[in-house]
């Protein structure tokens, strides 16, 4: 069995087995804004759930669902993923500036293509 630390560091999802109810699977939200909209698709599906808010160091939102909704339960998940995603460049000015020199390094060699062929 992998330890626990480990293991944590190469989840890249945030739903897991619940450890003690094999019938259930726990998704788990450290962003509380995004875990109350994960709550409110639950309920507007309708999906039962069992919900635990830890408050140790670090809060965390548990959602124990049953695993014949989960892939319901998998595609609401994506839906309050999808609305809290940051994106990857944030400053708008460097996006739109990484974005000119990959177009201008395209249009570059094309035309280094082009040149070549003569």
Do not use: C, W
Request: no cysteine.
């Amino acid at each position: 069995m992998m330890n626990t630390k480990v293991e944590n560091l190469f989840n890249l999802t945030n739903y897991r087995d619940h450890p003690e109810d094999k019938d259930y699977k726990v998704f788990f939200f450290y962003n509380f804004e995004q875990g109350n909209y994960f709550k409110q698709l639950l309920e507007d599906e309708p999906l039962e759930y069992e919900l635990f808010i830890e408050k140790d160091a670090k809060p965390i939102m548990l959602f124990g669902i049953r695993k014949r909704h989960f892939n319901q339960a998998l595609d609401l998940n994506s839906l309050s993923y999808a609305r809290f995603k940051k994106p990857f460049i944030a400053n708008k000015l460097i996006r739109f500036a990484v974005l000119g020199f990959t177009i201008g390094a395209i249009i570059i060699a094309i035309i280094g293509y082009y040149l070549s062929q003569n």
